[in-house]
């Protein structure tokens, strides 16, 4: 049966609850990251930021060294978005996400102008490259050039981004460095072969712990997939229904924990792309009001009784830097330094060295 509806503030207790954002943990990194089953990395700063939010004592060299050390990578994967996954979540869910890769790549303007190639042959050619050496986007269009010289190279190059397994290979992605992206295969930097028997069945169920209880539509809008119904029809025994207050039918693993909507929610600011807010179709247990994703854009969130209620960010102009939180509701007398001493915790983390610091708490016009 499917009679016990959840609230809106349940589902957002429960949903911070899983995402580690009603109190932070202390738990390795490489943990978490499966955990979330990835994170958004489009901006390689903002996976240091989802953890340094998540877990207590977060040391970004951790995350750093797993990276150099090929313990973790970012690759295309989720929406075909750039995340952060393990090593062997990368080799287990890009054979699933494939499909999602290739979808992006046809309703991409790169398509065009590769139309009547034998993308096979350009798939081959981009592959035996990029296994010989690391190359930058423009490197390998350069380098392909000579087999298609009538064609777009910057088209040739992009079809390898959105229909090969490309990893982003340090020094991009690493703590206080920066480069330019520059991608191999993931089997050449991992030296290990995609998964041969993936299973979506895991990758679903995966989904719900972390972010559940959700609908056949949330799990789509999370990952771009499609066919999801069936999948779910044959998860049905092994999963628990709910509904929400808008009679839609939510899915969940059997030892999901379900939170109290009256628990206290601490203040947490979030990277202006983090997965919380991304991977629902109905986005009310984490919006409020008239706050949008699009009011995110090159900022990162701030959850104020655990709704994402602001949005924050820094400046710097030489030494000196500012950070601008642009409330989107109305604060108390208690949440306002409360946002000032974490937005300065978290300043602290990105800019140590920043003199003077100042954080602007401004209402949005």
């Known amino acids: ?29 490489l943990d978490v990251v499966e955990l979330l089953v990835g994170m958004q990395a489009q901006e390689p700063i903002d996976p240091y930021v989802g953890l340094w939010t998540r877990i207590d004592g977060f040391d970004p060299s951790e995350l750093s060294d797993a990276i150099e050390e090929r313990k973790a990578l970012r690759m295309g994967l989720l ?38 190639v034998d993308l096979d042959a350009v798939l081959a050619r981009a592959r035996a490259l990029l296994e010989e050496r690391p190359m930058t986007p423009s490197e390998l269009g350069v380098a392909m050039a000579p087999g298609w010289p009538d064609r777009d190279a910057p088209s040739l190059a992009y079809a390898a981004r959105f229909m090969l397994p490309l990893v982003q290979v340090p020094p991009r992605g690493l703590w206080g460095r920066t480069s330019r992206p520059t991608n191999t295969t993931a089997e050449a930097w991992l030296g290990a072969s995609m998964a041969p028997d993936p299973s979506i069945d895991d990758l679903l169920l995966r989904y719900l712990a972390a972010f559940g209880p959700a609908s056949v539509a949330d799990m789509r809008v999370w990952s771009w997939l499609t066919g999801l119904r069936e999948v ?134």
Do not use: C
């Not at 589902?11 to 995402?19: E, I, K, M, V, W």
């Not at 750039?82 to 090593?87: C, E, G, N, P």
């Open 1 to 29: 049966m499917t009679d016990t509806v959840l609230s809106r503030r349940a589902l957002n207790r429960t949903l911070l609850t899983r995402q580690l954002l009603l109190e932070r943990v202390r738990r390795p990194v």
């Open 79 to 116: 929406r075909g978005t750039l995340h952060l996954v393990t090593a062997r979540d990368a080799l287990a869910q890009y054979p699933i996400l494939a499909d999602v890769m290739t979808r992006s790549w046809r309703s991409s303007p790169f398509a065009k102008q590769l139309v009547g």
């Open 232 to 365: 779910v029809e044959r998860l049905r025994p092994r999963l628990r229904t709910f509904r929400d207050e808008g009679g839609r039918e939510l899915f969940d693993v059997e030892d999901g924990v379900i939170a109290d909507p009256d628990l206290a929610v601490p203040i947490r600011f979030l990277p202006q792309y983090d997965n919380v807010f991304l991977s629902h179709d109905d986005r009310s247990r984490i919006l409020v009001g008239g706050v949008k994703v699009e009011d995110l854009v090159w900022k990162g969130g701030v959850l104020i009784d655990g709704y994402v209620g602001a949005a924050w960010r820094i400046r710097r102009e030489k030494k000196a830097a500012t950070m601008t939180v642009t409330l989107y509701v109305p604060v108390t007398g208690v949440q306002r330094p409360e946002i000032e001493a974490e937005g300065e915790r978290l300043f602290s983390f990105l800019a140590p060295d920043a003199d003077p610091r100042e954080i602007q708490l401004v209402a949005s016009t």
